[in-house]
C-alpha cells in the first residue's frame, strides 16, 4: 500500500520531494518506496532527469491500475466506517425515479420493524451484474434481465398522464386535448407518447414534441411546475398525486407489458434481514402490508 501510494503520489506531482510533502513522509521514505516498487515489478516506472520524474511507458500503464486500486481500497474502507455499527447492511441497486418516488420515502417504515438495517443505495438503469458490481439485490424493469440470479415479480408497470392541479382543473383531458399541450418527453424510453396516443386510435405524429428528461421523477416534477403533460408510471407518481401536488390528465392509463422487478444472487439469501425486506417489499407493493 505504501509503495504504490508513494508512485501514485510521484506520478501526479512528479518528484519524491513534492510526493513527501503530500504524504506526510520524508524524502527518503518516498523514495525507498519506489525504489523497493520498481525492484518488485523488475521494470523502471519512472524516467530521471534534472530531480523531476516522468513516466515510463512501464509507469504510464501501471498508473491506471494503481489508482483505481486504491480508489476501490478506499471506498471500501469509507463503506466498513460508514456502517461498522449496523448488525446489517443492504447494497441496493434501483431504478432512479423509483428509488427516490417511493422506495426512499418507505424504507423508514421497514428500519421500524427492523431498527438494525442499514442501506447503501445507488441510482442505476444498467442491468447489474451480481459477479462485478457490489449489489446485493436490484429493482429493475423485467426487460433489464440478470443471468444466474433470482427475478422476483414486484408490480406491473401502468403509465398514467398527469399535470399540475392548474393545468387540469377542468378534470381529465380528451387525447386530442392532450395534443394541444406540451407533452413532456422521457428521454431514454421515446416512443411512450406515441404508444398511448396508438391504443387510443389517435394519430400520433404529433406527440413527440416538448422538453426532454431524462427520469421519470424530473417528468413528475416538471408536470408539477406546469410545464406540460407528463407520461409515467402509477407507482413513481402515487406520492406527488396523493399529496396534491400532481393532478390525473386522463381516466386510462397504459399498460407496457413490463414489470418492476427484483432481481439478487443466491448468497443474498444468506444475508441478515435479505428475506425480511425482499418479502415487506414484494407486500408493499401488492398493497397488503399491515
Request: charged share 20%; with cysteine; proline share 5%.
Amino acid at each position: 500500500m505504501g509503495e504504490l501510494e508513494a508512485f501514485c503520489a510521484c506520478a501526479r506531482v512528479g518528484t519524491t520531494t513534492g510526493a513527501a510533502r503530500e504524504l506526510g513522509l520524508t524524502q527518503s521514505a518516498v523514495s525507498r518506496s519506489i525504489a523497493a516498487l520498481e525492484d518488485r515489478l523488475g521494470v523502471a516506472l519512472f524516467t530521471r532527469a534534472r530531480q523531476r520524474l516522468a513516466l515510463s511507458d512501464a509507469g504510464r500503464s501501471f498508473r491506471g491500475e494503481a489508482e483505481a486500486l486504491l480508489a476501490r481500497l478506499d471506498a471500501a474502507a469509507t463503506s466498513v466506517m460508514a456502517f461498522g455499527g449496523q448488525e446489517a447492511v443492504l447494497r441496493i441497486s434501483v431504478l432512479p425515479s423509483f428509488g427516490r418516488s417511493w422506495l426512499i420515502p418507505k424504507l423508514a417504515d421497514f428500519r421500524a420493524t427492523m431498527p438494525g438495517m442499514s442501506f447503501d443505495v445507488a441510482a442505476r438503469l444498467a442491468p447489474v451484474n451480481f459477479d462485478t458490481d457490489p449489489f446485493d439485490l436490484a429493482i429493475q424493469r423485467s426487460a433489464q434481465r440478470a443471468g444466474g440470479a433470482h427475478h422476483l415479480h414486484l408490480l406491473d408497470e401502468s403509465l398514467v398522464a398527469v399535470a399540475s392541479p392548474k393545468l387540469a382543473r377542468s378534470g381529465p383531458l380528451s387525447d386530442e386535448a392532450m395534443l394541444a399541450l406540451p407533452l413532456l418527453q422521457q428521454s431514454t424510453r421515446p416512443t411512450l407518447w406515441p404508444d398511448w396516443f396508438r391504443a387510443s386510435g389517435v394519430d400520433p405524429r404529433r406527440a413527440l414534441r416538448g422538453a426532454r428528461f431524462d427520469h421519470f421523477d424530473m417528468v413528475a416534477d416538471a408536470a408539477a411546475a406546469g410545464l406540460g403533460v407528463g407520461l409515467v408510471p402509477e407507482v413513481v407518481a402515487e406520492r406527488a398525486l396523493a399529496e396534491g401536488r400532481l393532478a390525473l390528465a386522463s381516466a386510462r392509463r397504459l399498460e407496457t407489458g413490463e414489470a418492476y422487478t427484483l432481481i439478487y444472487p443466491e448468497r443474498s439469501e444468506a444475508l441478515p434481514g435479505f428475506a425480511r425486506f425482499r418479502d415487506w417489499l414484494a407486500a408493499e407493493l401488492a398493497g397488503i402490508w399491515a
